[in-house]
C-alpha cells in the first residue's frame, strides 16, 4: 500500500526567504505527483503536477523535483511571501490505466510566511 | 465557470440521523471524486465516477456509506445512520480526461459534525 510522508508538518519563515518542502512516497510505481495547495476552510488547489517520465515542473516561484527511484519530490518556493501562508499537500497516483486516478495524499506541511 | 459546487457548506447532525452531502462538478468534466478529510488520517479518496458510474469504491467505509450520480451535473454522499466519527470534512471533486485530465478540481468542502 502507497504511503506518503511529508515533513516538517509545519513550517515558519520570514518573508523573503528561500524554501523547501519535502515528499517522500513508498512505492516508486508511480504515474505522476501532484502538489496542491489548500488555504483554510477551502478546497484544494493543484500548483503543479510531474508525470513519472519528468523530472520537474515550474510555474513561477514554484518548482516541483521528482525523484521517482529514491520515492521523494520536493517543492521548492523563491522569495516567500505572506500570500504563500497555506497547507501544501503531495500526492501520487499509481502506475494503473484505471488507478491513476486514486490520488494517495500526504498529511501536508502547514506553512506560515511572516512579514 | 463556477468551479465545483458543494453544499451544505456545514451540517450539523445528531448520531443516528441521515446525512446527504451534494456536489455539482464543473460543466463537461466527466470523473467525478468524493474524498474525506480528518486530522488523523488525512485526505482519502472514497468513491470515484466516470460518465456517471462507480469505478471504485473501495475507500468507502462501511455500508453505512452510499453514494450516486444519477446524471453529469450531480452527485450525493448519503451517510445512514451517522455516527460521530464520522466527523470531517468532505470533499467533491471533478476532473476532465481530454484535458489536464489527472488534474482534479476541488469543491470547497463540507464540514460534517455529528454529534
Known amino acids: 500500500k502507497q504511503e506518503v510522508t511529508q515533513i516538517p508538518a509545519a513550517l515558519s519563515v520570514p518573508e523573503g526567504e528561500n524554501l523547501v518542502l519535502n515528499c517522500s512516497f513508498t512505492?516508486?510505481?508511480?504515474?505522476?505527483l501532484q502538489w496542491f495547495r489548500q488555504d483554510p476552510g477551502k478546497g484544494l488547489t493543484s500548483l503543479l503536477l510531474i508525470q513519472s517520465s519528468q523530472r520537474e515542473q515550474t510555474s513561477g516561484r514554484l518548482n516541483a523535483s521528482l525523484d521517482k527511484s529514491s520515492g521523494r519530490s520536493t517543492l521548492y518556493i523563491a522569495a516567500s511571501q505572506p500570500g504563500d501562508s497555506a497547507t501544501y499537500l503531495c500526492a501520487v497516483s499509481p502506475y494503473s490505466g484505471a488507478g491513476s486516478y486514486q490520488l494517495t495524499f500526504g498529511k501536508g506541511t502547514k506553512l506560515s510566511v511572516i512579514p | 465557470d463556477a468551479g465545483v459546487i458543494q453544499s451544505p457548506r456545514h451540517e450539523v447532525t445528531e448520531m443516528g440521523q441521515e446525512v446527504t452531502l451534494r456536489c455539482k462538478p464543473i460543466?463537461?468534466?466527466?470523473?467525478l471524486f468524493w474524498y474525506r478529510q480528518t486530522m488523523m488520517r488525512g485526505l482519502e479518496l472514497l468513491i470515484y465516477?466516470?460518465?456517471?458510474?462507480?469505478?471504485?469504491d473501495s475507500g468507502m467505509p462501511e455500508d453505512r456509506f452510499s453514494a450516486k450520480m444519477p446524471n453529469a451535473s450531480f452527485s450525493t454522499l448519503k451517510i445512514q445512520p451517522s455516527e460521530p466519527r464520522d466527523s470531517a470534512v468532505y470533499f467533491c471533486a471533478s476532473s476532465f480526461r481530454g484535458g489536464r485530465a489527472d488534474t482534479q478540481y476541488f469543491g470547497p468542502g463540507t464540514r460534517l459534525t455529528v454529534l
Open positions: 460543466s463537461g468534466h466527466d470523473y
Open positions: 465516477f466516470n460518465n456517471n458510474v462507480p469505478i471504485d
Open positions: 512505492d516508486s510505481a508511480i504515474y505522476n
